[in-house]
């Protein structure tokens, strides 16, 4: 059973994340700030964060820093009123995994959490399987049934990004931000990469990557229809 911290300091909020979670099977913890979130994570194994920002003593950015820079990979949604580009690129900046703006889709906030708790899944076990190919992480290789190659470090990272959720849709903007960091926020930087794995990967059997027009793009299992874009 998974372990959720609901780090919100409106009281309401934390009672209805915890009853949403609870009826669906998740243990939940809560806490008001991020210094009774540090508290908690001491004396509890926690499989997720659940983070809002603006909190009394020690904020969402702050405690996300804090958790990053001492080296902890726990899988963090934020959640939060704040909607400005500049506060999304703040949060991923500090090292957040997903986020949500208030008022949340309950579905919606289920299927990410499900979503990110698989990703960190993958994450630790350094290797992701799609049918017969495999992506092992630590040495940016791709075994498939016509052999193994070795990616670019970001031609790797963007394809395991999407196959770490097939069917899933990512924007330019979501990927450009996991995969370069605002390094580089050129559409053509992102849409040369892709069109590298498509060519790299067009005679696979399991996997291709769809384009979703005038959103992003998105893995698709060759064993499932794919949609019609």
Known sequence: MFKILI????????????????SNGYTTLTASNGEEALKVLEKNHVDLMILDVMMPVMNGYELTDVLRQGGSELPILMITAKSAREDKREAFLVGIDDYMTKPVDEEEMLLRIKALLRRSKI????????????????SLTVDDA??????????FYLLYKLLSYPGQIFTKFQLLDEIWGFENESDN????????????FENNAD???????????????????????
């Open 7 to 22: 780090v919100e300091d409106n009281e309401n909020l934390q009672k209805l994340y915890s009853a949403i979670l609870r």
């Open 146 to 155: 016509s052999g193994s190659v070795t990616l670019p470090k970001k031609e």
């Open 123 to 138: 994450v630790s076990e350094r290797k992701l399987e799609i049918g017969s190919t495999v992506l092992h992480y630590d």
């Open 207 to 229: 996997f291709e990557i769809v384009t979703v027009r005038g959103i992003g793009f998105k893995a698709v299992k060759k064993s499932a229809a794919p949609d019609n874009e």
């Open 189 to 200: 930087t992102l849409n040369v990469h892709i069109n590298r794995l498509r060519n790299r």
